[in-house]
């Protein structure tokens, strides 16, 4: 071995917690990039293939119902490579072991395996069978929650009549991944189920034989939809066709997408923020080692040593430290990744799991941090090269001179020891400037990693305790005509009713339109609000609010004329005035006063909703009359949704959260400890000659304790404004169509950075505190700096 | 005779990896107040471990270490460091000043500690370096700043000044005047001086001489004059 190649490892070996700290920064960032892209990679390839397999539909439209004759003119449609025509319809079920009653949705199927569009994956159990009378297929999730397997029971009502359907399989549909009750904030797995039914059946229930009132498409691959969409209307205007839309528009998908957009923010920006970090740190620290080697490499170049072997040498430092970082982090990546791409396949209930850990993504962050690292490490390198050897020998003396405190006659007030600390600080602006960045960048790594789940706790807040008050929400088959609104108070337990209308609706704005809810709300009720994610509540009147980032797409403002397209049997466009936009926690939606909207639509004030606050202690009895009022097409349980809603969210984001938090409070350390280190490095000789002059223990640490403190005390601020920034940038990433996240750190999140930040200053400072204890104060004496 | 420092059989072993040293073996020294002792030695004869000892700065493997009655030979680290701050002034051969600091503030770290220390001002006037005091070491030459690590030294009145190859850096003639700034240091306040050097023309400015080999004291003898450091020539 060369001497040169000795000194490398001596080097290493000397310096190993200082190289162990860099390493595991480098090792966070790395680790985290790989196993974040890794499960979304993995997420993307497992829904991709689950899609291709089951023949997911790529365009739908409801209808009020059309003989199955015209389901051959779509068919006949250009790039249609396969429809299905069938029967939808709500219901009401009464299941075992569940007080309130839970909603459901009949789906017609032929009954045979292998549906050439939304093929169902029979998890148990088996297809329904023509011919058997009332045998379902229930959706795997409901049917997991209540035990349901092949043999069991469920009552239901659908369309005024019982029924008593026979579970016989436990499926999953490409179409309910994530099952969303229509006019429900959330899915709710324990209270909304999916229902596949025999279509002979489901035609005698609904008196509808040979007829469709929804049907599914399947294009041709690299088909555009937008020409089908319209033909499909056109052929279904005359049926009563609520409008075909695309898979950005079908329930399920949105809702995975969503979640999907929410991992890219938390697992692909997050990290990507990581990663840059660890390597901006990386090079600052390497950047001041290389520093204090400065006479070693001088006295190298006095015995001859080429410029370019000197800098080999100290690449090869940087690049040891730096793939010993990328060698923990790749493998502990992948691992990671491997976990949560298999939990995300489970919450998602994908039955295959395509498992994408790439090479090129490895190598990706790699890349990134050897890049950063010796980018920063270079620029030090050619300083010190550029150096003649006689220069780089002497001590890299600091020549201090007067400065403008001096001149200001403001170190005259301060002890000699505060002196040196102000002194040392001022004397290298740009390097006591870019150790505090280090730190806010440990802070603000710290807020990220906490705020990423403040924005959706207040989304959840606003939604489940200002936007909807009620306990009980009813869906009607039928509007209905106001004054009938008075009956409900009748049911038992009721103390509140407040009708309101829902209208399937499309805005239509600069040549874009959204499918949106119309709301008409009861002047003066509270079981319903137009709340923004800050709390504030709107009041709709005769004019319309649309939430803000549907009106946003459309590039609609305050004062604008809406055009807005009315999706019930009866089509037609009407207009109003756009009065205000709300930043509504979920979904897209327009409000209007009840009356106000009646008037709109040209229609007596009717209802299709009503919420109900009701006596908890009568629930059970409310419960059971509802299960069979023949009206009633849907139950919404506040309580239940926002409880899955947060199972939900929980589930999902915390094991994110967790590693995310796990691996900032990583860097958080790993980053102060290293300027507390390098600080020592650079103040070691001064602080034994302290010693030696009779300066205690601690009025030595003191200095360079308080030298520390005031690079660390700016810091602070500087890294939770930096921290608010980025998280910004996660917010605006994570944010869908679906669900607004706003920007929210919480006062918590910034004391938790605060707090691992203090907390990790004070282990490194009590570390930098031992080694002072520790000092040689003999050796110091004989050496020359 | 008032005596400041004692050793008695004062021994010092280290280990250096696998070899162990036996830097010093078995020293039994008086050192009486207001001496001005020069400590000759080749190099690794023990002188500054002997000094190192002496200084409160390492503790003895056998034998006992007396300031004024004081034992200590076993002194906790506590005891040692009140022990420098409060009675012993050091002078390196490389200065050791703060960079950070103007020579005045430079004095000014140990007089912020001491009991009754002069002024920073009145020790680096002693040393001749008044006109110099708001210069940081950067500034100025060696020898200036050797004469500003003996202010720093004296500033707190020391009983005990211990000089580790004050000149050692330094060429002849910038060498002399930090020798006389040492003699007049103990002549005026008093201290007990002791000057290690391995350049036996030193030894001429002493009251006594001790001559170091091995290990072992070699030689004690008094000079019957003292010479100016002026005169000397090396």
Not at chain 1, 159 to 181: C, K, N, T, W
Not at chain 1, 312 to 321: A, D, F, P, S
């Amino acid at each position: 071995m060369r001497a040169l190649d000795r000194k490398l490892l001596r080097d290493l070996t000397r310096m190993k917690a200082q190289v162990a700290a860099i390493a595991l920064v480098v090792a966070s960032g790395v680790a985290l990039f790989v196993a974040t892209m890794t499960t979304y990679r993995s997420l993307r390839a497992s829904e991709a293939v689950f899609y291709r397999q089951q023949r997911f539909a790529q365009v739908w439209s409801g209808l009020a119902h059309a003989p199955l004759g015209v389901a051959r003119d779509i068919a006949a449609l250009p790039d249609v490579t396969a429809v299905d025509p069938r029967l939808v319809a709500r219901a009401i079920l009464d299941v075992r072991g569940l007080t309130e009653p839970a909603s459901g949705m009949l789906v017609s199927i032929a009954p045979r395996s292998g549906h050439a569009v939304n093929d169902l994956y029979v998890r148990r159990g088996r297809q329904v069978e023509p011919g058997r009378a009332d045998e379902v297929m229930v959706s795997e999730a409901f049917a997991e929650i209540h035990h349901l397997e092949p043999g069991e029971v469920i009552t239901a009502t659908v369309a005024g009549h019982r029924a008593s359907l026979r579970v016989v399989g436990i499926a999953l549909s490409p179409e309910f991944v994530m099952p969303v009750e229509p006019g429900s904030a959330a899915p709710d797995d324990r209270r909304f189920a999916i229902l596949w039914i025999a279509r002979d059946q489901l035609e005698a229930m609904l008196d509808r034989a040979g007829a469709f009132n929804d049907v599914a498409v399947v294009l041709a691959p690299g088909a555009d939809e937008r020409p089908v969409i319209a033909a499909i209307d056109r052929i279904l205007a005359p049926f009563g066709g609520a409008g075909a839309y695309g898979r950005a528009n079908q329930a399920s998908h949105v809702m995975l997408e969503e979640h999907i957009a929410q991992l890219r923010g938390l697992t692909v920006l997050v990290p990507s923020i990581f990663l840059l970090v660890s390597a901006f740190l990386v090079n600052v620290v390497l950047a001041r080692l290389i520093a204090t080697q400065r006479e070693q490499i001088g006295m190298l170049k006095a015995f001859g040593y080429a410029n370019a072997r000197l800098a080999v040498h100290y690449l090869e430092l940087t690049l040891i430290i730096v793939m010993l970082g990328v060698a923990i982090g790749v493998p502990v990546g992948a691992w990671l990744g491997r976990s949560m791409a298999m939990f995300y396949a489970t919450f998602f209930r994908f039955p295959v799991l395509v498992l994408q850990i790439e090479p090129a993504v490895a190598a990706g962050g790699a890349a990134v941090a050897v890049t950063a690292a010796l980018a920063g490490v270079l620029g030090t390198l050619r300083r010190v090269v550029a150096m003649p050897p006689i220069v780089a020998m002497t001590p890299e003396v600091p020549a201090f001179r007067r400065t403008l405190l001096d001149r200001a006659g403001v170190t005259p007030l301060l002890s000699p020891a505060a002196r040196m600390i102000v002194r040392n600080l001022t004397k290298r602006p740009l390097r006591s400037g870019l150790a505090s960045a280090g730190m806010a960048l440990a802070v603000a790594v710290v807020v990220i990693g906490g705020s990423s789940a403040d924005g959706l706790h207040r989304m959840r807040d606003v939604q489940f305790e200002a936007v909807q008050r009620e306990d009980l929400s009813v869906a009607f088959t039928h509007p209905r005509a106001i004054a009938t609104a008075r009956e409900m108070r009748a049911l038992p337990g009721v103390l509140r009713v407040e009708p309101y209308r829902v209208v399937p609706a499309r805005l239509l704005g600069h040549g874009r339109r959204e499918d949106i809810a119309l709301y008409g709300l009861p002047e003066g009720g509270v079981l319903r609000n137009v709340v923004d994610t800050d709390f504030q509540y709107l009041r709709p009147g005769a004019g319309v609010i649309v939430t803000a980032w549907t009106a946003r797409r459309l590039g609609l403002v305050p004062g604008d004329t809406l055009a807005i397209e009315i999706r019930e049997a009866r089509r037609r466009v009407i207009t109003a005035r756009l009065t205000a936009t709300v930043e509504d926690p979920l979904g897209e939606a327009a409000y209007v006063e009840l009356g106000a909207l009646g008037r709109l639509l040209g229609e007596p004030e009717t209802y299709s909703h009503t919420n109900l606050l009701i006596d908890p202690t009568r629930a059970p009895a409310l419960y059971a009359e509802l299960k069979r009022a023949p009206a009633a097409m849907a139950i919404g349980i506040r309580r239940s949704t926002l409880a899955s809603f947060r199972a939900m969210s929980d589930a999902s984001l915390d094991f994110v959260r967790t590693i995310v938090l796990v691996f900032s409070v990583i860097i958080a350390f790993g980053v102060v400890y290293n300027t507390a280190r390098i600080a020592l490095a650079e103040r070691g000789r001064e602080l034994a000659t302290l010693r030696v002059l009779g300066y205690t223990r601690g009025e030595a640490s003191g200095i360079m304790l308080g030298e520390i403190a005031l690079l660390a005390a700016p810091a602070i601020p500087l890294g939770l404004a930096l921290g608010y920034a980025l998280t910004a940038a996660v917010a605006t990433a994570m944010t869908g169509s679906r669900m607004h996240v706003p920007l929210i750190v919480s006062p918590s999140t910034y004391a938790f950075a605060v707090m691992v930040f203090l907390t990790s200053a004070l282990a490194s400072a009590l570390i930098v505190r031992r080694r002072i204890d520790q000092l040689d104060l003999v050796a110091v004496l004989k050496a020359k700096d | 005779m008032e005596w400041v420092l004692r050793a008695e059989g004062l021994a010092k072993s280290y280990r250096m990896g696998e070899i162990e040293v036996r830097a010093l073996r078995g020293i039994d020294l008086t050192l009486a107040a207001g001496e001005l002792v020069v400590l000759l030695g080749a190099s690794g004869s023990g002188k500054s471990t002997l000094l190192n000892i002496l200084g409160g700065l390492d503790v003895p493997s056998a034998g006992r270490m007396l300031y004024r009655e004081r034992d200590l030979t076993a002194a906790r680290e506590r005891t040692r460091t009140a022990y420098r701050r409060d009675h012993v002034g050091f002078v390196f051969q490389f200065y050791n000043l703060v960079p950070s600091l103007t020579a005045r503030e430079n004095v000014a770290i140990v007089t912020d500690l001491a009991h009754n220390p002069l002024s920073p001002d009145h020790a680096l006037e002693i040393v001749g370096l008044s006109h110099r005091r708001d210069h940081f070491p950067a500034q100025m030459s060696g020898g200036e700043q050797q004469r500003v690590a003996i202010a720093r030294a004296i500033a707190k009145r020391p009983e005990v000044l211990l000089c580790d190859e004050p000149t050692g850096a330094l060429d002849v003639e910038t060498g002399k005047l930090v020798l006389a700034a040492i003699a007049r240091v103990n002549r005026e306040l008093g201290s007990t001086t002791v000057v290690i050097t391995h350049n036996a023309v030193i030894a001429e400015i002493a009251d006594r001489v001790l001559q170091l080999a091995d290990g072992r004291v070699t030689g004690d003898r008094r000079n019957p004059t003292k010479r100016d450091p002026a005169e000397l020539a090396w």
